[in-house]
Structure formats: structure tokens, C-alpha cells
């Protein structure tokens, strides 16, 4: 991209907006869309009963910089940031990361503790709140997409491996994710690498540049690991010597499309931007900003156009300070298609960016990490679209899962991720370890100390003395043959050692 590192520290009064009026609005008697698993058919997205589903959403970045956590977090508490989101009819959370924080024990800076805020984050790594973070967007509703922003936080890496960070390890970070969210129908795609750019080519055939087949790899790599996953793909910079945006220009999908071994996962990506981040040739075009449709045409939006695949729009932003780019959004915004005119029939998004510090282009919180700058989300009121339902009724459905009969099984392993004294963290992996998918299940375990549950999510518990009910979320019940599911929770005091766990699957 044509834009700098975003860093800086704000203030902030906590305060959270209504919600705007009618979005997310489902007509009378309608089911919500967005349950389950989701696929693409042509140009739209299907969620798991076939209801078309858009994606309206905002990029909240930070995991890719060296505070290895969202931004933010030193001035307000996670669960408020996305309570805000979903308030605003953002539907969609895309969430830049860097392999970093793959590497064990690396942890969140600047997370602030004061007050309450940000409690059941302490003694994290970056991985486990990123975990939170999934958990709580599940609860509200919304959806997350993974986006391997960087190699490393150092900073964005023109093709998909450095000298540092080989494509192997790009593939395996990628497919540690991908089999972390196995199940978890939060998670819904992985963007497989932010915004390729020259020497990046399409179609050129050589292996160490080619990024659609790099994606080829690396998307059937995730699909191994997860099948339900979508697979995000961005386009190059240039094509056949035609330059545009880093990561806009999709040109090549024409001759040379990207092939996966799963059917019906694939999305392109396209990035946009105005002149605050950088000047193009269209802007001075003498007919801007009637040329924008057909610029946009030609870079991605014909393969929506022509039912190819259905088309993200991942990153576009601007400061909205010059009246060109006031023109632009405005025209972009139209181009994207409304919502009340096509539905989920439409180009789907995730703006850039949630976060102030976005240097070149601001974001949809002003300088205090409260306030929102409601002429530059007014922008987006006609495109954003319906929101999902939340872990409370989100379960996959699954009416007959096994008409053949068979057992209903699972097996629970219980690891002790930090203790310190006065107390500890601990996550549990279920896995269907039965010949039939399991709907639900539930993992007891009997403490021999005093030690108490003070916090737990993805599943709902009970506590009788030393002995501890978990019992699965509507979001994680469903566990396929061999799949697995987690959850996680704070206890106190630290010191209680791995109990014995069992496990029972409906």
C-alpha cells in the first residue's frame, strides 16, 4: 500500500452510540441470514441455509505492528469497541495481523488494566486475546476475517515470504489459524496476504513472483485444515503493464482465475483509495467523477459483474478533507450498490479503518477512540447491511446429522496457558471423538483446591463447590467427525494444577 505505519497514543471519554435507525432491519416473519458456514454461488455469498449474506464491515487493525494487540485497548475496553461497532451496523470485523504473533509467547502491548477495563485480558498472549476478540464478536454478531497483513511487524512485504519469514511458514501460520477456528462459525475467511505488489505478478508463471499461484497454495493449504473457511484473494499492482492500487488490481483473474480443491470458497479482493493516501491518473481526468465506474470496472469490478466470484472490497478509506475525495467516496459508495435497491446482491466491504491513527486516512473514530465522525460514516449508511445473530442462535444447523445411527462421542484436554499466583487462565480442546457429528457437549472437571471460575468464553458454565459444568455455545456445538471446538476461562486462585476432564456429546 501507499501508506505509512499508523501509531499514536489518544485519550479518551468511554461512550458508546445508538444504534442508526433501521440498519440491520430484517423484514417481518424473515430469518436471520448469516448462521452457519458460509460458501459463495456466482457473484453472492451463501450462508449455510442458502440466504444470501453481505459482508458491510470495518477494518480494526494493530495486530500487525509491534504492539502485536488492536489498537486502542490503552484507552478503552475490547468488549465496548465492538459493542460500538455492531451499534453502528458494521457487520464485519477484518482484523490485519503479522506472523508475529504466531511465535509462542508473544504478547500485547499497551493494553490498559485500569478500572476494570480490559480485565479478562490480562496475562494473555496476543494469540489468546485474539481468541477473546473472536468470542465476544460472536456473541454480538459480528463476523471476523483474518488478514495476514505482514510477515512481520516490521512492515508490509511487497510478495507473500521474506528472507525471514519463508512462504513454508506462511503457509503453516496460516494453517495453525485456520485449524484454531476449525468449527467456529465466527471466523468466516482468511485474507491470505495484504495487498501484493511489483515485482508481484498474475499469471506470469514464475513460481518466487506468481502471487495467483502463490494463493493457489496457500488457499488449498487453509482449505486442508478447514474446508469451511472462505479464501480471500487480492489482486496484484500491475497486469500486463497496467498499474493501479497495491493489492487493486485483478485484471488477470480474466485469463488466469484462482483454482482451489474446494469449491465455492473463493473471493476476490480488491483495495481503493483517494488522493490522502495517494494521486492517480483518473482523479484528474476531466469527466472524474463520472470515469470512477468504469476505472473500477476494469481493475475488479467486472468479475462481479460477469457472476465470476463475489467481489470484497477489503480496504478503502480517505481523510475526506479534499472535495475529490469527498466525490470519490460518494461514487465508490454508489458503485458498491445499496442495500435497500440489491441486498446481499451487491459488492461486498470492510472500510479503513475503525482506528484515528490511520495517518493518510483517518478512521471512523476521531482522535479520542470515542467519538465518531458521523459524516464519515454517513458516507456508508446506504451500504451497510443486515446484521448476523449473535452465539445465542447462530448454531449450525444440522436437523438429521446422523440418519444412519452411530455414537456420539468426544474427549476434552485441559492445558494451563499462564498462572500467577493469584490466578491462572486455562483452555480446553473438545474433540468428536465419536463416528457421528456432535451437536452439543459438555466437559466436568473437579478441582481439589478452593480455586473458583471467574471468567469463561465460547461456552456457559455452572460450579458446585470444586466441581466445574461447561457446557458448549450455540456457535461451537456442532462439532463434525475428528473436528474439535475450544473455550477458555480465568480462575482463582493459581496453583490448582490440571484436574481430570470428561466429556459428554448429544
Known amino acids: 500500500m501507499f501508506r505509512s505505519l499508523r501509531r499514536g497514543l489518544c485519550a479518551v471519554v468511554a461512550a458508546l452510540l445508538l444504534p442508526l435507525a433501521g440498519v440491520g432491519a430484517q423484514p417481518a416473519g424473515a430469518a436471520e441470514a448469516g448462521a452457519g458456514h458460509w460458501h459463495t454461488s456466482g457473484r453472492q455469498i451463501l450462508d449455510a441455509a442458502g440466504q444470501p449474506v453481505r459482508i458491510a464491515g470495518i477494518n480494526w487493525f494493530g495486530f500487525e505492528t509491534g504492539n502485536h494487540v488492536v489498537h486502542g485497548l490503552w484507552t478503552r475496553d475490547y468488549k465496548s469497541m465492538l459493542d460500538q461497532m455492531k451499534s453502528l451496523g458494521y457487520n464485519t470485523l477484518r482484523l490485519p495481523f503479522s506472523d508475529d504473533i504466531l511465535k509462542p509467547g508473544t504478547m500485547p502491548d499497551s493494553i490498559n488494566f485500569a478500572d476494570g477495563k480490559n480485565a479478562d485480558l490480562q496475562g494473555l498472549t496476543s494469540v489468546q486475546v485474539l481468541d477473546r476478540i473472536v468470542a465476544y464478536a460472536g456473541q454480538a454478531g459480528l463476523k471476523i476475517v483474518l488478514d ?55 499469471g506470469c508463471g514464475d513460481t518466487t513472483r506468481d502471487w495467483r499461484l502463490a494463493a493457489q497454495r496457500a488457499g488449498n493449504a487453509v482449505l486442508s485444515a478447514n474446508p469451511d473457511l472462505l479464501i480471500m484473494v487480492e489482486g496484484v499492482q500491475s497486469y500486463n503493464g497496467v498499474s493501479g492500487w497495491w493489492g ?40 472524474f467523477p463520472d470515469n470512477m465506474p468504469g476505472v473500477w470496472d476494469r481493475y475488479w469490478g467486472y468479475i462481479f459483474k460477469q457472476n465470476i466470484a463475489p467481489v470484497w472490497l477489503g480496504e478503502f478509506g480517505t481523510t475526506l478533507q479534499s472535495t475529490v475525495d469527498q466525490k470519490w467516496l460518494t461514487a465508490l459508495a454508489s458503485y458498491l450498490r445499496s442495500t435497500s435497491a440489491y441486498g446481499a446482491d451487491s459488492f461486498h466491504w470492510t472500510f479503513w479503518s475503525w482506528n484515528p491513527n490511520s495517518g493518510d486516512t483517518g478512521g471512523i473514530l476521531k482522535d479520542d477512540w470515542s467519538t465518531v465522525d458521523t459524516v464519515k460514516d454517513g458516507y456508508l449508511a446506504n451500504i451497510k447491511a443486515p446484521g448476523f445473530p449473535g452465539s445465542g442462535g447462530g448454531g449450525d444447523p444440522d436437523p438429521d446429522p446422523d440418519p444412519g445411527g452411530g455414537t456420539a462421542a468426544c474427549s476434552a484436554v485441559y492445558t494451563v496457558s499462564s498462572d500467577w499466583g493469584g490466578g491462572f487462565n486455562a483452555e480446553v480442546k473438545v474433540t468428536n471423538a465419536g463416528s457421528t457429528p456432535v451437536n452439543s457437549w459438555k466437559v466436568t472437571w473437579t478441582w481439589s483446591g478452593s480455586q473458583q471460575v471467574t471468567s469463561m468464553w465460547n461456552a456457559s458454565y455452572t460450579q458446585s463447590g470444586g466441581t466445574v459444568t461447561a457446557s458448549s455455545a450455540a456457535h461451537n456445538g456442532a462439532v463434525p467427525v475428528g473436528g474439535s471446538a475450544s473455550f477458555g476461562f480465568g480462575g482463582a486462585p493459581g496453583g490448582g494444577g490440571v484436574p481430570r476432564v470428561s466429556c459428554t456429546a448429544a
Open 148 to 202: 495476514r497483513h505482514r510477515p512481520d511487524a516490521g512492515g508490509q512485504s511487497a510478495l507473500w515470504y521474506t528472507a525471514s519469514v519463508p512462504e513454508s511458514t506462511w503457509i503453516a501460520n496460516l494453517k495453525s489459524l485456520a485449524t484454531r477456528y476449525k468449527g467456529n462459525t465466527t471466523v468466516i475467511g482468511i485474507d491470505l496476504h495484504n495487498e501484493p505488489h511489483d515485482p508481484a505478478c498474475w
Open 248 to 287: 487493486g488490481n485483478l485484471m488477470g483473474v480474466a485469463q488466469y482465475p484462482v483454482q482451489l480443491d474446494v469449491p465455492n470458497r473463493l473471493v476476490y479482493s480488491a483495495h481503493d483509495y483517494a488522493t490522502s493516501v495517494a494521486q492517480q491518473p483518473w482523479f484528474g481526468d476531466p469527466s
